[in-house]
């Protein structure tokens, strides 16, 4: 069966230090994979996008692998700071429709 | 510009009762979605709809139905409503249904209890 996980365990993290979250994935072969950020109470935000033909994609403190044969993406937050603690939602796109599978989530706690 | 409405911003419901989720989004997008997102289970697609006047079913829509009369709008109702319907549910929108990585656009949420 198709299954994206997602560390249940909350990232305890030091302000300054750098986070990073994994999405593993199996039996998915996905065209795109996106990372979303998800604070209590409000709906997903989109953050970053990063393609099946591409390994690295950054956009500021943030940074994206992607893995096609580990089947895995890194999520990494440098210099982290407080208000970087949020949840952070990895989906992947098949090819041909637009429909996104979520993983569930890990919580990354920046400690001050 | 407001992005993506949804009302009411929650719910209490009585059980069997007939209940109408409302989403609007004025960004003109093709594809509009319904998720609810359970604790431990993530976002789970219940009904999509790549453009007006065309529905899909996603991965849980059992006791869910949705219309598309036009672009804007995309109402989700829960036709006799149970306990397991008890969930945060999201309504989201995307400029693309065409398979093209378009990122998707979430409103805030409607918090649904069913008693």
């Known amino acids: 069966s198709q299954k994206i996980e997602q560390n249940s365990e909350a990232l305890n993290i030091q302000e300054g230090k750098t986070a990073t979250l994994t999405c593993n994935y199996t039996?998915?072969?996905?065209?795109?994979l996106q990372w979303y950020r998800q604070d209590p109470g409000r709906g997903p935000v989109f953050l970053l996008l990063?393609?099946?033909?591409?390994k690295e994609k950054r956009k500021e403190r943030l940074k994206v692998t992607f893995d096609t044969t580990l089947k895995q993406s890194l999520f990494h937050i440098t210099a982290s700071q407080p208000a970087d603690s949020a949840t952070y939602l990895c989906?992947?796109?098949?090819?041909?429709?637009?429909?996104?599978?979520f993983g569930k989530g890990n919580q990354v706690v920046v400690i001050p | 510009i407001a992005g993506i409405t949804q009302a009411p911003t929650s719910q209490i419901l009585a059980a069997g009762r007939r209940m109408t989720l409302r989403c609007t989004q004025d960004?003109?997008?093709?594809?509009m979605y319904w998720y609810r997102q359970d604790l431990g289970l993530g976002l789970r697609l219940i009904h999509y709809?790549?453009?007006?006047?065309?529905?899909g079913k996603g991965e849980v829509p059992d006791g869910y139905s949705v219309s598309r009369a036009n672009t804007d709008d995309f109402p989700l109702t829960l036709a006799s409503a149970v306990p397991s319907q008890t969930s945060v549910y999201f309504c989201?929108?995307?400029?693309?249904?065409?398979?093209?990585?378009?990122?998707?656009?979430f409103g805030p949420g409607t918090r649904l209890l069913v008693l």
């Open positions: 989201a929108s995307s400029d693309s249904a065409s398979g093209s990585p378009e990122t998707q656009y």
């Open positions: 039996n998915y072969s996905p065209a795109y």
């Open positions: 990063i393609r099946e033909n591409e």
């Open positions: 989906a992947l796109q098949p090819y041909g429709n637009n429909r996104l599978a």
């Open positions: 960004m003109r997008h093709n594809a």
């Open positions: 709809s790549n453009t007006a006047g065309t529905t």
